[in-house]
Structure formats: structure tokens, C-alpha cells
């Protein structure tokens, strides 16, 4: 992402998210780090996201008392440390704008409803601007640290006053275990801030910049992986869809509940899970289709590789699969689809072989019709063509499964035509046999006749 975009729209007090924005994150696959700034407006919040992002520009910082940051802006860019991550920036508006009319709101909870979401949460970095003051807490010398933790120290007693005085600090001390704060002192002087964003980082204060490079450093390093209950990182995807449910949410009036959210986000992150696996197994399967008709044992092993990268795929996306009721769901498709190429493979076996057949055996069929075969003796000549066309169309490779059902059902297609040449030989032979022995007997007959005639005539001698 080149520059930030408004990924939440603050209009006249309504939130909208901004579909381009959620069009990115959607196509996000990288695990991300959420990195997000809430503060007073004018507070150079926009300057230190930029610096989070490795920019000079970016996120606009303002010179004016007029906030330039409505709703929350994102930027995405690759993260520093953490190796395929993306670190997401949100700023969001300042607080305290003068133009802005703020309300509170309240709901009922479950009493430690959300103490179980704590470990999700990220770290709390309390980052103070214009620090002139000595850090110390009576008359000894503090860390910022203890600086923080002594600022978030609680009233004793009771009384409205100090209920609203510990709130806040009740809220951060249960919600974000993780504490961490950076004092910085006035970046340049009162005349240079409205130039902020185009001064060189050489013409700031030495000592702010070293408190920005540390801050940088920490945020870089110590910022987890987004999490969500139950440990499961968040994709940037994912991110797009509890992002939304807020949204929706929250412009419906209730808070948002986080559980709901990502089981919400599961359903459909898990049913994507399940189509993007099947579309591996069918990118897999493709290979082996275009080579159809193939023998069982190639398909299989087809099957058996595509369906293994198929439950990779699913595995690398699924969110919180219960019972692996999607995972079930995937095999089922799978098995579907083999199936269906199954039947695809024994189709083309059976076309690829009907045709063969009928290749190898139209020369017989033309001398039939050519009466080759109907003299005497035709039978063992239509035998010996019929063995050779049989021998040639075994002899063909890749057939498919079908080869010997195919060859079983032509040759019982035959058995008719074979029979009926079988037979008409017979009758032929049977007919040259008499043939042959009635010209034997008149050969017999006429030598006898010869024979006779000579005889009278030696007779008739005198």
C-alpha cells in the first residue's frame, strides 16, 4: 500500500466502512500486527505512525486546530521484523476535536465476561508529548514505567468524583497487563510545528528523535501477531471481516461482542476454507483429466496427492473447526468430484475403445461384405483375421478402465456373425462334398461305361 486509505468513515456521527479499503484487507493472506494510535487531536499521533511505517508522509498531520484525520485511516506495509506479516497502522481521529460533539454509552456485562479476552489484547504504549517535566515521585527518580503505573494509581474513597477519576484507570490497569510509556520532549520549536511533516529528521530535537527511534524499535519488535480467542492468528482477511461485523454492529447501537465476532468470522472464513480446498484438489485433478482415459492406479494416485494438498490448503485457512464439521464437508466435495471424474475417466475409456474396435474390425467387415469369406474353407480365414484384430486391440496402450468390458461386450456383439459364417462354411463344405463324391461316382460310372464298351468290343473282334 503506497499511501494510507480510510478504512472506517466517520460521517456526521455514523460509521461506515469503506469498501475499497475492506477489499484490501480481504485480499490479504499475511498474518498481520495491528498497530493502532488513539490520542488528543494536534498530538503528533499522524508523525509517529508515518515513522512506524519507515515514511516521512503519509498519514496527514495537520497544522491547524481543524482534526484531518475523520474516522480511522490504514496503512498496510511489510513488517519490519516479523518475516511474511504485515503490519497494519490505524490512526484514528483525534480526541477532543472542537467540531466534534462526543457521547458516552453503557452496557450490561457478564460479570468477567471479557477478562477471558485480556490475554488478546495488545500492549498498552502510553506515549507522552512535550515532557518537560523530571521524572521523579517524591523526591526520588522513576522510569517512565513507574511513571506510568504511578499515574494509573487509584483514589481511595468513594463519591462521583473519584469514580470517574478511577474508571479509566481501572480499565486500562485490568484490560492491558502490558504497560509500557515513552516521554518525548517538544520535537522542534513552537514555530517549525506547523511544518512538521516536511522538516528533516536532522532539523528535530536529538532527544526526540532518540525517544522515537527506541519507540519505533519497541513497537516493532514487542507488538504480537493479532490474535483472537483460542490463539488463532489473524489474516489480514480476517481482519476485513471482524472489521465489518463491528461496524454493523456498533451503527445498530449494542457494543460489539468479540466472541460473536469470530465465531461469526469463523462460519465464513472456514466455508472459504472449504472452497478453497476443493479448488486445490480440482487444480490437482486437472493434470491427470486432460491424460483421460487413464488406468485406475494412475487416477488414484492423482487422487491421493490432490486430496492431501486439498487438507493442507483447508488446514492453513480453517478458523476454530469444532468438531471439524467444514473439514467433513470438504471431504465430502472431494469425494463428489472424484466420483464425477470417475465416471469422466470410464466414459472416455469406453469411447476410446469402442472406437478402436471399430477401426480394427471395419477391414473384416468390408471383406464380409465383399463375400471373402463365404467359399469353404472362409470360416478358418474369418478366424484368423478375427484373432489378429483381437491381438492389435490389446496391444494399444493407455485404454482405460473399460478395455476388457468393452472387448467382452464387442466379442458377444460377434458371436452372431462368427456363428453365422461358421455355419454357412459348413453348408458350403457339406455341398462341395457331395459335389466331389457325385463326380467321383460318375467318374466311376463313366469308367465302368469305358470299361464295358471296350470289352464288347474285344467281343466283337473276329
Not at 137 to 149: A, F, K, P, Q
Not at 193 to 219: K, N, Q
Request: hydrophobic share 35%.
Amino acid at each position: 500500500m503506497d499511501s494510507p486509505m480510510c478504512l472506517v468513515e466517520n460521517a456526521d456521527g455514523e460509521l461506515h466502512v469503506v469498501p475499497g479499503a475492506i477489499k484490501y484487507l480481504m485480499g490479504l493472506n499475511q498474518q498481520v500486527v495491528v498497530v493502532a494510535v488513539v490520542g488528543l487531536y494536534r498530538t503528533c499521533k499522524s508523525y509517529l505512525m508515518n515513522k512506524l511505517a519507515g515514511k516521512r508522509k503519509g498519514f496527514a498531520l495537520g497544522a491547524t486546530i481543524q482534526s484531518k484525520t475523520k474516522g480511522i485511516w490504514m496503512w498496510c506495509v511489510p513488517h519490519p521484523e516479523k518475516r511474511d506479516h504485515t503490519l497494519v497502522l490505524l490512526d484514528t481521529e483525534g480526541l477532543g476535536d472542537v467540531e466534534k460533539e462526543r457521547a458516552s454509552s453503557s452496557h450490561n456485562e457478564e460479570e468477567g465476561g471479557d477478562t477471558q479476552f485480556v490475554q488478546f489484547f495488545p500492549h498498552f504504549v502510553w506515549a507522552i508529548r512535550d515532557f518537560t517535566l523530571l521524572l521523579e515521585i517524591d523526591g526520588r527518580n522513576v522510569t517512565e514505567d513507574g511513571y506510568l503505573e504511578h499515574s494509573l494509581e487509584l483514589r481511595k474513597g468513594g463519591g462521583r468524583k473519584n469514580l470517574m477519576y478511577n474508571l479509566p484507570r481501572e480499565c486500562i490497569r485490568n484490560y492491558f497487563p502490558s504497560r509500557k510509556c515513552f516521554v518525548f520532549p517538544t520535537p522542534t520549536t513552537p514555530a517549525n510545528m506547523p511544518r512538521l511533516d516536511s522538516m528533516d529528521e536532522v532539523d528535530l530535537c536529538g532527544s526526540f528523535r532518540t525517544v522515537a527511534d527506541t519507540f519505533c524499535r519497541f513497537i516493532s519488535q514487542e507488538s504480537c501477531t493479532k490474535t483472537v480467542k483460542g490463539g488463532h492468528k489473524v489474516t489480514g482477511r480476517m481482519l476485513g471481516y471482524l472489521v465489518n461485523t463491528y461496524v454493523e454492529t456498533i451503527a445498530k447501537g449494542p457494543v460489539p461482542c468479540l466472541e460473536n465476532a469470530v465465531l461469526a468470522m469463523a462460519q465464513i472464513e472456514n466455508q472459504a476454507a472449504v472452497d478453497e480446498g476443493l479448488a486445490v484438489y480440482q487444480r490437482g485433478m486437472e493434470v491427470v483429466k486432460a491424460l483421460f482415459p487413464v488406468d485406475m492406479g494412475q487416477i488414484s494416485t492423482h487422487h491421493l496427492r490432490s486430496d492431501h494438498q486439498a487438507i493442507q490448503a483447508f488446514m492453513n485457512r480453517s478458523f476454530k473447526d469444532k468438531n471439524w464439521d467444514f473439514l467433513k464437508a470438504l471431504a465430502v466435495a472431494i469425494a463428489k468430484h472424484y466420483a464425477d471424474l470417475l465416471l469422466q475417466n470410464e466414459d472416455a475409456s469406453e469411447k476410446k475403445c469402442a472406437a478402436l474396435l471399430e477401426k480394427r474390425s471395419t477391414p473384416m467387415a468390408q471383406k464380409i461384405k465383399e463375400g471373402i469369406y463365404a467359399t469353404p474353407g472362409g470360416y478358418e480365414l474369418y478366424c484368423n483375421h478375427y484373432d489378429n484384430m483381437v491381438a492389435q486391440y490389446r496391444a494399444e496402450p493407455e485404454k482405460g478402465v473399460r478395455t476388457g468390458d468393452i472387448l467382452e461386450q464387442f466379442l458377444r456383439e460377434k458371436s452372431l456373425e462368427k456363428s453365422s459364417i461358421l455355419q454357412a462354411d459348413k453348408k458350403l463344405t457339406e455341398n462341395e462334398k457331395k459335389i466331389h463324391k457325385e463326380k467321383e461316382r460318375s467318374a466311376v460310372l463313366e469308367q465302368e461305361k469305358k470299361a464295358a464298351e471296350e470289352k464288347r468290343a474285344e467281343m466283337d473282334l473276329p
